[in-house]
Each structure stands twice: as C-alpha cells, then as structure tokens.
C-alpha cells in the first residue's frame, strides 16, 4: 500500500511492457471498486473518497454521470459518533460534529436514487451502491421500537433520572411495563449510551429523530441496508460470523426462515473470532486457523472476505491478513484514513448482491 496515498490498493503485478490489444480489451471492460470503511459519523472521510474518485460532480453532492462501472461498498455503522477524531470538512459547510450520522444517512438515500435514476435514463450507465448493515445501525433501527410503548416526553423523564442499569429495571418496573417492554428499553439504553444520543442529537433531539426512524428515512434505511454483497468473488460483510452453520453463500442466508435468519444477522454483525476475541464477553480467543479459513471461504463460495467492525489499528491503512485473503477496513477515528480503491473484470457469478430488508 502507498502510503502517499488516501486510498489503499491490494497490490498486483505489474507491466513492463505496453499492454496488447486483449489486454486493453479487458480493461475497457474493467469496473472500478471503492470500499469504504466503518465512518461513526465522520461524513466528511465519505464525502473525501467520493470526490477522491470523482464520483460526485465539482462541488455537488450529485452523482457524476461519467463514474460508470462502479461499485461502492460502504461497510455499515454510520452511526453513533463517540468522540474520536473527525476529518476536516472538505468544503465552506462546516457542521455540527453530531450531526454526522444523520448526514450520511441521507447521503446514502440520495445516492441510491440517483443512481437508480441514472441507470434508468443513462444508456449504458452501470453504477451500483452496496450500503451493508452494521451493528450500530442496527442498534439504532431496533432503539425506535421502543416507542412503541413509551411516549418521546416519558423516555426523555427516564434518560434524565437514570443512573445505573438496574435502578433503571426497577423503576420500569415500578410503573407496570412488562418483561419484553423492559428489555426493549434496556436495548435503547444501550444503544443510547453508546454513541445513541450523539446520533439522536444530529437529528435535532429525540422527537425529530424518531420522526425519521419512523418516516422516510427509517423506511429506507430497513429496505436497503444489506447484510452482505460478493464483488469480484469477495465477500463485503460487516464481519465474518463466528459460527460455522452460517458459513453458506450470502444468498442462502438471505434467504433462510426468519428465526434462523436473525440469528445470522447477529452473527454477521458482531462476531470477532476472525481477530481473536469472543463477542459475547471481548474476551480473546483463538482466531479462525488457515485451514478454518479455507473451510469458510470455500463453504461461503468466495475467495475472500473485506470487513470492518473491528478496529485493529491507529493508522490510515487498512488491515490485511491470512495471506491477503482478509482486508479490514475499520480505520474509523484515523483523519486521512485509506478505502480500498481496486480495478476488476467481471466474471460470472463475480456479483451477488441479494437483499433481504431488515424487521
């Protein structure tokens, strides 16, 4: 990897000669990859590697009609901005560093329909976003529930005399919620003391950002986000599940009974054995050997796996491991950090990118 420069790149041969005519053949017929890591409300990295790539026109948030054969992948947790170091904006608006997370939500949204829009009227144009699901998204998209019992002023009573955990079961308690409604709130507290309220601040406080869980851009945000997309024969997860019964193809998790199907989304969103730790306690464990990880590319049908979820270093560039098989992209809180930038053929069955909307 470079390190001049902002983006990385997995390297690969290179030429000493000029290419013949197959060969620029093939490259016009190349697509461009630009994978970008966990952001926790660091809008400007995004916007930085979008303009890096010229894939928004000069001084506009609108996609460039001549950024064709393209896929970005964005790793998923794009919210829940917990005080680490911010990138500079890149232009005159300066914003609010909680008001983050809400910023690149809607980015995503408003790309998604441009390009949907491109491909419809661009003849030719091929540009896809893959946005994938990560655990603070998640967490967020489960914390609206708990309206669902709860008015916006009655939780806003709750946040102002809680203390601890279980001060807060007994007084729930207290005022007749039952056992499910006390472990919903106990998952929006959870959520909330995690970089929630920087989130929930972003959106203008509580009322407003229930009002978007709930509207358009919860809507959205539950339709599209996905749990993971193969290009070029990798697997793009936020994080490679822990248990080997969910070792299948993308498309068969997506496509398993519901019960079976949230337990692999949990798995897919918070497992960590790949790097050495238990999920459930953080406790280190033995990472995935070299032959678990044969097994595991081989059963999920890839050649290897792009991740996030896991931070494992305080520097730009991202982690690359099991014989470049590997590559996590979690570099959030490093100003400058790298995505990953490749150029690719397309193969059959190189792209699988099903879509199962989250509950």
């Given at each position: 990897?470079?390190?001049?420069?902002?983006?990385?790149?997995?390297?690969?041969?290179t030429?000493?000669?000029?290419?013949?005519?197959?060969?620029?053949?093939e490259?016009?017929?190349?697509r461009?990859?630009l994978?970008?890591g966990?952001?926790?409300?660091?809008?400007?990295?995004?916007?930085?590697?979008?303009?890096?790539?010229?894939?928004?026109?000069?001084?506009?948030?609108?996609?460039?009609?001549?950024?064709?054969r393209?896929?970005l992948?964005?790793?998923?947790?794009?919210?829940?901005?917990r005080?680490?170091?911010?990138?500079?904006?890149?232009?005159q608006?300066?914003?609010?560093?909680?008001?983050?997370?809400?910023?690149?939500?809607?980015?995503?949204?408003?790309?998604?329909r441009?390009?949907?829009?491109?491909r419809?009227?661009?003849?030719?144009?091929?540009?896809a976003?893959?946005?994938?699901?990560?655990?603070?998204?998640?967490?967020m998209?489960?914390a609206?529930?708990?309206?669902?019992?709860?008015?916006v002023?009655?939780?806003?009573?709750l946040?102002?005399r809680?203390?601890?955990?279980?001060?807060?079961?007994?007084?729930?308690?207290?005022?007749?919620?039952n056992?499910?409604?006390?472990?919903?709130?106990?998952?929006?507290?959870?959520?909330?003391?995690q970089?929630?309220?920087?989130?929930?601040?972003?959106?203008?406080?509580l009322?407003a950002?229930?009002e978007a869980?709930?509207?358009e851009l919860?809507?959205?945000?539950?339709?599209?986000?996905?749990?993971?997309?193969?290009v070029?024969?990798?697997?793009f997860?936020?994080?490679?599940?822990?248990q080997?019964?969910?070792?299948?193809?993308?498309?068969?998790?997506?496509?398993?009974?519901?019960?079976?199907f949230?337990?692999?989304?949990?798995s897919?969103?918070?497992?960590r054995?790949?790097?050495?730790?238990?999920?459930y306690?953080?406790?280190r464990?033995?990472p995935?050997?070299?032959?678990?990880?044969?097994?595991?590319?081989?059963?999920?049908?890839?050649?290897?796996?792009?991740v996030?979820?896991?931070?494992l270093?305080?520097?730009?560039?991202p982690?690359?491991?099991?014989?470049?098989r590997?590559?996590?992209?979690d570099?959030?809180?490093?100003?400058?950090a790298?995505?990953?930038v490749e150029?690719?053929?397309?193969?059959?069955q190189g792209?699988?990118?099903p879509?199962?909307?989250?509950n």
């Amino acid at each position: 990897m470079d390190p001049q420069s902002p983006s990385s790149r997995i390297p690969g041969p290179t030429e000493s000669t000029p290419p013949s005519a197959e060969a620029v053949s093939e490259q016009a017929a190349t697509r461009k990859l630009l994978a970008i890591g966990d952001l926790h409300g660091d809008y400007f990295r995004l916007l930085r590697h979008l303009r890096e790539n010229e894939l928004l026109l000069p001084d506009t948030l609108a996609w460039n009609p001549e950024a064709s054969r393209v896929d970005l992948v964005l790793m998923g947790d794009y919210v829940d901005w917990r005080g680490e170091p911010l990138e500079e904006p890149t232009d005159q608006s300066v914003g609010d560093p909680e008001a983050g997370p809400r910023r690149i939500l809607e980015l995503i949204m408003h790309l998604e329909r441009e390009l949907a829009d491109l491909r419809s009227s661009e003849e030719g144009f091929d540009s896809a976003l893959y946005a994938l699901l990560g655990n603070h998204d998640e967490m967020m998209l489960e914390a609206v529930g708990v309206f669902d019992f709860l008015h916006v002023e009655q939780l806003q009573e709750l946040l102002a005399r809680a203390r601890n955990f279980a001060a807060v079961k007994r007084h729930l308690a207290d005022h007749g919620l039952n056992a499910e409604q006390i472990e919903r709130v106990m998952r929006f507290l959870n959520w909330y003391v995690q970089g929630g309220e920087a989130t929930a601040n972003g959106f203008g406080g509580l009322p407003a950002w229930k009002e978007a869980m709930e509207g358009e851009l919860g809507r959205f945000l539950r339709a599209r986000l996905r749990l993971g997309v193969v290009v070029d024969h990798r697997l793009f997860a936020h994080t490679i599940p822990d248990q080997r019964k969910f070792w299948k193809p993308i498309e068969e998790i997506v496509s398993l009974p519901d019960t079976e199907f949230r337990a692999a989304r949990e798995s897919f969103l918070w497992s960590r054995k790949i790097w050495g730790f238990d999920y459930y306690t953080g406790m280190r464990t033995s990472p995935f050997s070299e032959k678990e990880m044969d097994e595991l590319l081989s059963r999920m049908a890839v050649r290897g796996a792009v991740v996030g979820h896991t931070p494992l270093t305080r520097g730009p560039e991202p982690v690359v491991a099991y014989g470049g098989r590997v590559v996590n992209l979690d570099v959030h809180g490093t100003p400058g950090a790298f995505a990953l930038v490749e150029e690719y053929t397309p193969t059959e069955q190189g792209l699988r990118a099903p879509l199962r909307p989250s509950n």
